[in-house]
């Protein structure tokens, strides 16, 4: 990536104190327990929640469908915005399970880093992968926190050996763990020579600190017992050896990841953490949009909508679009262009979030996260400007993995199933097909648990029983190209083809020999397994 690519901007005071992340990682890795430890500490929350709830515990504060509350599980991204420090966090929980990687992928497209959690005993598991290399993709910056090091957990130097080899990323630690599992008491801080021990009594305390003069200081006696103190000596000094020392140049153009150690359930290892990103993240980004890019300095205002919730509220049937602002000083009442509908829409209700909860945004920069609550007017991949007809770039639709056909379970009411699928299909929850021959919808989707998902929210949220069937088909296909070509490939194929949410043309396929005879007959044509959405 160009040196220029994550520039420092000479960037307003308010622009550049924002900090906008995704916190991604493979499922149970601790990823929404460290969202609730962030909050904690960003006074947002009074006491941090527990994803599985027991007695008084309370739920986690990110995770606000019914269905994530009883499996313990995050299955839609939430934005949260609070303050740490002098700086803006706008932090967005991302679904780790990989049946919901869609919302992922597009949740990294409006932030300006991420940061990557992995279990101490796991080490990079299959989902990390998948979400590192869209990372990688955007050279996004990405710090990384090893969690449950007070499990038992493998050697340290095995980890950042396994992220350096599965991820092709240059390690660097940033803090180093003294003992494992029971006897975890804390970690050494690399990058500013203190000592951080763990209260294991107190989930909620931060580390006490213990400034000291290198790993020769004898005040280290007084906290370490001696057969941990001279392991830590050897680690230490064969780390400074074999690792390359943190340079913030290479982490922002992606090809260095500093590594804390921690605790996310007891608090250790998260304020470090937090002032890493306060400290070394990317201010906002400038932001990819046809005919040119978006600066984050610009006066004007301009956003894009990276995702749609529906019914976030159960009481109002709502739609609330997550708008992410590339530039400019919006006010709450302001009139911006919807330049897919080239209409002006009076943004008199803006909110911020944190989680389910949300409060009236009276202002926001570029950087911030707002959600505009509407009536599917915006759709995923819709721009907002002061009135420049540009469009933002890089938001994908992916084409489904598993189709099946739906029906409702009272068939009078197929009309309220077609209207709760519209509104999934603009959510982003779900693809969904017309046929073109015969009656009924196909629904796509990346993983089963989605199907799931879809039942219950309908049923919930429409009072709608639903029933998946089988389908005959096993993919489907973009079909785009010139419009005469496109034409007759519709009319030979009727059987095939099916319309999306959008009305283009899709090309359902039961085997890959569907495919190669389409690429065969109909040379012209291009057959995607994704759709940019842009608008």
């Known amino acids: 990536m160009s040196d220029s690519a994550h520039t420092s901007l000479d960037l307003p005071a308010e622009i550049a104190r924002r900090r906008t992340f995704a916190i991604i990682s493979h499922p149970d890795a601790g990823k929404t327990t460290l969202t609730e430890k962030f909050l904690l500490y960003g006074g947002a929350i009074q006491m941090a929640g527990q994803v599985r709830a027991k007695g008084e515990a ?9 269905m994530e509350k009883d499996r313990g599980i995050s299955v839609s991204a939430s934005a949260m915005s609070f303050d740490f420090e002098g700086h803006r966090f706008n932090l967005v929980d991302t679904p780790g399970h990989s049946d919901f990687s869609e919302d992922t992928y597009r949740t990294l497209t409006a932030v300006d880093a991420a940061i990557m959690v992995i279990d101490g005993a796991k080490g990079v598991e299959s989902q990390t992968q998948k979400l590192f290399e869209v990372c990688r993709m955007r050279d996004l910056p990405i710090l990384t926190f090893c969690n449950k090091m007070d499990r038992e957990s493998r050697d340290t130097l095995d980890i950042i050996d396994e992220i350096q080899e599965n991820l092709a990323i240059d390690v660097t630690p940033a803090s180093w763990p003294i003992g494992v599992g029971r006897e975890f008491l804390g970690c050494y801080d690399m990058l500013h020579d203190r000592l951080e021990l763990m209260d294991r009594a107190d989930r909620n305390k931060v580390a006490t600190s213990i400034s000291i003069k290198g790993l020769d200081d004898p005040a280290l006696a007084d906290h370490i017992p001696a057969h941990l103190l001279e392991q830590l000596r050897e680690e230490v000094e064969m780390a400074r050896e074999l690792l390359p020392a943190f340079d913030r140049a290479a982490f922002l153009d992606g090809t260095l990841t500093p590594i804390w150690f921690g605790s996310a359930i007891n608090s250790f290892g998260v304020k470090e953490l937090m002032d890493g990103m306060a400290q070394y ?16 300095d610009e006066n004007k205002v301009m956003g894009f909508v990276f995702k749609v919730q529906a019914n976030m509220d159960p009481k109002h049937r709502d739609r609330v679009a997550f708008v992410r602002l590339a530039s400019g000083h919006f006010k709450r009442g302001m009139k911006l262009t919807h330049v897919r509908a080239k209409k002006p829409m009076a943004i008199s209700n803006p909110v911020l979030f944190l989680a389910s909860d949300r409060e009236l945004a009276e202002e926001a920069w570029a950087g911030d996260i707002i959600g505009i609550p509407n009536h599917g007017q915006l759709r995923i991949g819709d721009t907002l400007t002061e009135g420049e007809d540009i469009r933002v770039t890089g938001i994908p639709s992916f084409a489904p993995e598993l189709l099946q056909g739906v029906r409702a379970g009272d068939p009078m009411k197929s009309k309220h199933l077609e209207k709760a699928l519209m509104q999934f299909a603009e959510e982003g929850a779900a693809k969904v097909f017309k046929p073109a021959i015969g009656s009924g919808f196909i629904v796509g989707v990346v993983g089963a648990l989605q199907f799931e998902v879809l039942a219950s929210r309908i049923e919930l949220e429409y009072g709608l029983p639903v029933r998946f069937d089988p389908s005959q088909f096993t993919s489907a296909r973009w079909v785009t190209g010139p419009q005469a070509e496109l034409d007759k490939c519709i009319s030979t194929n009727k059987q095939h083809i099916s319309y999306d949410h959008d009305g283009d043309p899709v090309f359902l396929t039961r085997l890959q020999w569907d495919i190669d005879r389409i690429e065969r007959d109909f ?5 995607a397994a994704t759709k940019e959405m842009m608008r």
């Open 281 to 296: 993240g990317p201010e906002p980004q400038p932001q990819k949009a046809h005919p040119r890019a978006i600066a984050p």
């Open 523 to 527: 040379p012209a044509l291009t057959l």
């Open 58 to 66: 309370r739920r986690t504060r990110s995770d606000f469908m019914q």
